[in-house]
């Protein structure tokens, strides 16, 4: 096997300029979708969803309400 140097990787202030830029876009538009997602469930709750009520089989095609 060949033994080789490793690997070297150098970062610009620019390119961590570039990936905080990046990083500060990404958390606002996931700020945005979760207060969206706030909105609506204010907006629309949703009720009785911890019990919901059985239905007979009977029920269920019809037959008996």
Known sequence: ???RKPTRIELNMEDIEE???LKKE???AAS?????NQLKK????????SN?????TA?????EK
């Open 32 to 36: 945005k979708i979760s207060n969206n």
């Open 26 to 28: 990404q958390t606002e």
């Open 42 to 49: 204010e907006q629309f709750p949703l009720t009785n969803t």
């Open 19 to 21: 990936y905080e830029d």
């Open 52 to 56: 919901p009520p059985k239905k007979t």
């Open 59 to 63: 029920q269920i095609i019809g037959y």
């Open 1 to 3: 096997m060949i033994n």
